[in-house]
């Protein structure tokens, strides 16, 4: 399994810009992708931005866009997201996300604990 630790929320007034990190332990080997999502009180989950394990390809959600940047380190397992012209609508908890198959393929997927982002108007 990969266990996976978030860090670098908190509270940062609108325009500002966050970092959050995320450290991937365990079995990351069979990291295929990592991504972010974020969940504001009384909301679904939603999808932030994914980056591919053996590459650098990018997903990120329209409202992110422009914005926010995700990127990684294979060497040190980590995985990156960094905010930019925050609004308020960002706040949330924001969660680390790793999916990858195990060795019969099966897709899994992994949670963090998440990190709490405050974005103030």
């Known amino acids: 399994q990969v266990q996976l630790v978030e860090s670098g929320g908190g509270l940062v007034q609108a325009g500002g810009s966050l970092r959050l990190s995320c450290a991937a332990s365990?079995?990351?080997?069979?990291?295929?992708?990592m991504g972010w999502y974020r969940q504001a009180p009384g909301k679904v989950r939603e999808f932030v931005a994914r980056i591919s394990w053996s590459a650098d390809s990018t997903y990120y959600a329209e409202s992110v866009k422009g914005r926010f940047a995700i990127s990684k380190d294979n060497a040190r397992n980590m995985v990156y997201l960094q905010m930019n012209s925050l609004k308020p609508e960002d706040t949330g908890i924001y969660y680390c996300?790793?999916?990858?198959?195990?060795?019969?393929?099966?897709?899994?997927?992994?949670w963090g604990q998440g990190t709490q982002v405050t974005v103030s108007s």
């Open positions: 365990g079995r990351t080997s069979s990291i295929a992708a």
């Open positions: 996300n790793s999916i990858g198959p195990d060795p019969k393929g099966t897709v899994y997927d992994y």
